[in-house]
């Protein structure tokens, strides 16, 4: 009960961080220094940041990667909270994390990945499974969309992908299980300009009032595509500059040296 | 060769003394022959090379009880000749008509006449296998074999046949031994699944003439108690093909032997098998010898086994290829995927090769399941314990990609998955 009031009070607000403390499980190398962060429901957040800020681990932890001891903070997902969660409960919980480095499963069918995964979610929630016959009318409509020919689903999980078919692929995912947070990590790296439109017209697609984005990127041409409302510059384990689209454009224009400068 | 010590004489004596030996009819020779080998060699021991990774009490005790409740008879949805032996011993009455276009399969122990094709197979092969490693179990099973099949292939066999075996007495201890010819052109299917006694010795002796094929698929299925010992002895001629895939789930001590000989040119030989076990007491070792003695000839060890909680795994591996066997491609892979820690992998992959144009690669490895992987299926709402299964069985699907026929193949995987859904945590 104290649950559902607490959904309501948080309505719009999908994702909620704070003072989020992240060190290494096996070292005592702190990542993330409280980090403070909330996304709306149908916005989408940019965060951008140099090389080793804490961006990439951002996405990890609150997806629920090992190898990473939450030292304080907390981090709700619509009231809930995430990092008591296993990775899989977060998935069935509306979280999705585009890979910056999607992962090559050999021996593992492209479908039979994407019907586990649909199913297992949809169980999870108490939801009926999806039939076999519906989940492949599913497939080849979003599949088409995102240019991912028959072939790319048959083959195994991301194996012999290119770069761009890998990301193509995330986004695939990211269509079929209708998650309500996005995360993207560096969607944008290794793909050309071609790839990089299509993959942004594929998250653009996604855009929705009941759906909040993360886009982590280093670059601010993918935000060209994919036009945020709101930008964060994170450093040194912190969100250090919170603004508009601008911000991004001063981002490109200046470099972090001199931005981050102004802040310290 | 020199005597054999009195303490092997005597083990020799105990393993035999309730066995059954028919020395007449055209058997006769071949059986009185391997006896008398088997005098010279004795039984495996433990500090012979060849079982060194292997202990072989429990395949050389003089009596055995072992749990035969659990055997496990595949491949039911494929429309097949069925042959039922039960504790080693030839069940008409449960056996299908043993008639067929294409072939001619009669029971050993009724091919009593003086006159016999398969006088040139019967421990013919298994001979010629014992060089240069010696396989006493072979040549018990020569001597001692009670029964078995005698299958002459003339055409293309309209459907499988499948041997199944089943177990009725914990102290039942069955030797059989078999004989396939195949002559020029024909083809079958050979299906074999259940567990045939509390022990099983048994020799599979194929001779695949020229642009024959021959595919043998079986499962040594789910009895955690299961003792066995085969042997496949295969003489293969020009352009043929010979397949065979074992699945291999559970079993206190699985030893399979494969020694196949390439003779003639253009020929084709698959071995490849898929083991899951658990505990301590779990014990698999497939040993393969593969021989190329004529050119062009394409060879392949496919070999992929799951452990956890203490399981033992053992490969040895062997290609020769003779001086003159020119453009073999030889390819031989064995991996373990270890569960924990306590699990281990034996391998023993070897080349021998005695002719300079040729192609031959082996590898062996030992993992755990790949992190990155398991993180990426959780992240996409796949649980923990699926997650496990789906990588386990893509670590198996190389092997099982070996067979064939696909439905023989989905049959098998099935089966691994099950395993895997009893066998959580």
């Not at chain 1, 709700?76 to 990775?87: H, K, S, T, W, Y």
């Not at chain 2, 039984?43 to 035969?68: G, I, N, Q, S």
């Not at chain 2, 078995?148 to 499988?160: C, D, E, M, N, S």
């Not at chain 2, 070996?402 to 859904?421: S, Y």
């Amino acid at each position: 009960m104290s649950r559902s009031a607490s959904k309501g009070l948080w309505a719009n607000i999908m994702l909620n961080i704070k003072n989020l403390h992240v060190k290494l499980e096996d070292e005592d190398k702190v990542i993330l220094r409280g980090v403070d962060l909330t996304v709306e429901a149908g916005k989408v957040h940019a965060i951008m940041g140099p090389n080793g800020s804490g961006k990439s681990t951002l996405s990890y932890v609150l997806s629920g990667r090992d190898g990473y001891e939450v030292t304080d903070g907390s981090a709700e997902l619509e009231g809930e909270e995430l990092l008591d969660m296993d990775p899989e409960e977060r998935a069935a919980a509306g979280l999705f994390l585009a890979f910056q480095y999607p992962v090559e499963i050999p021996g593992v069918g492209n479908m039979t990945f994407l019907r586990t995964a649909l199913n297992a979610q949809r169980k999870a929630r108490g939801e009926e499974e999806v039939s076999a016959g519906d989940f492949l009318k599913l497939v080849r409509e979003k599949a088409a969309s995102l240019k991912i020919d028959a072939d790319m689903m048959k083959r195994p999980v991301n194996v012999g992908f290119s770069g761009g078919e890998k990301k193509r692929n995330e986004i695939l995912q990211m269509a079929l299980l209708e998650p309500k947070m996005c995360i993207l990590d560096e969607t944008d790296s290794g793909l050309d300009v071609d790839a990089m439109k299509l993959v942004a017209d594929g998250v653009n697609a996604l855009r929705s009032e009941g759906r909040g984005f993360l886009v982590i990127t280093h670059y601010q041409r993918l935000l060209d595509h994919i036009k945020p409302d709101v930008v964060h510059i994170m450093a040194n384990g912190r969100i250090v500059l919170t603004g508009g689209p601008e911000l991004a454009l001063e981002v490109e224009k200046n470099g972090y040296t001199d931005i981050l400068a102004g802040v310290e | 060769m020199m005597a054999l010590a009195q303490t092997r004489l005597d083990q020799l004596s105990a393993r035999i003394a309730g066995l059954h030996f028919p020395s007449t009819g055209w058997q006769g020779k071949a059986r009185g022959d391997a006896l008398s080998r088997l005098g010279e060699v004795g039984l495996p021991a433990a500090r012979d090379e060849y079982w060194r990774y292997t202990a072989p009490a429990k395949l050389t005790a003089a009596e055995v009880k072992a749990d035969v409740s659990k055997g496990e008879v595949a491949f039911d949805e494929t429309d097949a000749l069925r042959v039922v032996f039960v504790d080693g011993v030839f069940d008409a009455a449960a056996s299908d008509d043993l008639a067929m276009d294409g072939l001619e399969i009669v029971r050993l122990a009724d091919a009593v006449t003086d006159i016999h094709w398969a006088a040139e197979i019967y421990g013919q092969l298994e001979t010629k296998g014992q060089t240069p490693v010696v396989r006493p179990l072979a040549t018990l099973a020569t001597a001692f074999a009670t029964d078995g099949l005698l299958i002459r292939v003339t055409g293309k066999a309209t459907r499988p046949v499948h041997v199944v075996y089943i177990g009725k007495s914990d102290t039942s201890d069955a030797i059989l031994h078999h004989c396939v010819m195949l002559e020029k052109g024909a083809e079958m299917t050979l299906l074999e699944s259940g567990d045939a006694a509390a022990r099983f010795t048994s020799n599979l002796e194929v001779d695949v003439a020229e642009e024959a094929r021959f595919h043998h698929v079986r499962l040594q299925g789910r009895n955690a108690d299961r003792r066995v010992n085969t042997h496949i002895f295969a003489r293969i001629a020009e352009q043929s093909t010979f397949k065979s895939f074992t699945a291999s789930i559970n079993g206190t001590m699985t030893r399979n032997e494969a020694v196949l000989d390439i003779v003639g040119d253009d020929a084709i030989a698959h071995v490849a098998g898929a083991t899951v076990g658990d505990g301590r007491d779990f014990h698999n070792d497939d040993t393969v010898f593969i021989t190329h003695a004529a050119e062009r000839c394409e060879s392949r060890q496919v070999y992929k086994k799951v452990l956890k909680n203490g399981a033992t795994g053992v490969f040895q591996g062997k290609i020769l290829v003779k001086p003159g066997a020119q453009k073999t491609d030889g390819y031989q892979i064995s991996q373990s995927l270890l569960l924990d820690g306590d699990s281990q992998f034996l391998a023993k992959p070897e080349l021998e090769i005695y002719a300079d144009d040729v192609k031959c690669s082996h590898g062996s490895t030992s993992g755990a399941i790949d992190d990155t992987a398991l993180f990426y299926l959780r992240s996409r709402g796949v649980p923990l314990r699926r997650a496990q299964s789906l990588l386990v069985l893509a670590f198996l699907a190389e092997a099982l990609s070996e067979i064939e026929d696909e439905a023989l193949a989905e049959d098998l995987r099935l089966r691994l998955e099950d395993w895997l859904d009893r066998h959580e945590g």
